[in-house]
């Protein structure tokens, strides 16, 4: 029975990625962003309980990548593709053309919002990668699903919640949403290697990067609540090339 209770943690990520995936195609985004946090927390603990029990196996991972797939990949590719709707409205709009002889009905088709789902695919390529990727095991090689999706599901929230209409000008930008899609969708799948948060001792000598990352990212949540997500993915991706460029 022990040797289920990861792969139960589990199906309760890919239950509330499947739950997310409902809510964003119905355009509760906010809602959806929710339970992706919930997924993303079972998929954290999933791992933890297996080790702690040394009950890992072959059937966790790939039932792991699984759920990841729809709670880190479907969604957020939903998500974009929603609000790049709502920002180019254009998709599938019927319109009424009057001739003389005979009304038409014109359907205005916008392909750019299919830009959206490109996330989906980079995290289906960087979920399968990582499975064979025998490099990835103390750190990551691109950046991981789950800190893009926190990027992405982060944009509804600072749309509903923050002020800021600096931020709001931006993400309603249809433009810098797909600029979004794509770099996320490239990093993920990018040959840069990205420190993990995972500590082999709490010595500040051997993780003094872990802890000004984290020192500056509370901050900045403390700071700018929402709005601080976006930017701590991004210091995320700069502080690891720091990194790199001080192990040369």
Request: hydrophobic residues 55%; proline residues 4%; charged residues 15%.
């Amino acid at each position: 029975m022990t040797k289920h209770i990861p792969n139960l943690i589990t199906l309760l990520n890919l239950l509330s990625g499947t739950i997310a995936v409902i809510l964003a195609v119905e355009g509760n985004l906010v809602l959806a962003g929710v339970f992706v946090l919930i997924g993303i927390f079972f998929d954290f603990f999933d791992g933890l309980v297996a080790r702690l029990l040394n009950v890992q196996s072959e059937l966790g991972k790939q039932l792991d990548s699984l759920a990841d797939m729809v709670t880190s990949g479907v969604v957020p590719g939903i998500i974009l593709y929603k609000l790049l709707e709502s920002n180019i409205p254009l998709w599938l709009s019927k319109e009424v053309v009057e001739t003389e002889s005979m009304q038409m009905v014109a359907v205005k088709f916008q392909p750019l919002v299919l830009i959206g789902l490109l996330f989906t695919l980079a995290a289906a390529y960087r979920l399968a990668n990582f499975n064979i990727d025998e490099r990835q095991t103390t750190s990551f090689i691109g950046l991981p699903t789950p800190a893009a999706t926190l990027f992405v599901i982060s944009m509804p929230f600072i749309l509903r919640y923050s002020s800021c209409d600096f931020a709001e000008e931006l993400i309603n930008n249809h433009w810098f949403l797909i600029g979004v899609t794509v770099v996320l969708s490239i990093l993920m799948n990018a040959n840069i290697p990205l420190f993990s948060l995972k500590f082999k001792d709490f010595s500040f000598k051997n993780n003094a990067l872990k802890y000004i990352f984290l020192l500056v990212s509370i901050t900045l949540l403390i700071s700018l609540h929402f709005i601080a997500v976006p930017i701590i993915i991004v210091l995320y991706v700069f502080f690891s090339v720091v990194e790199n460029m001080m192990k040369k």
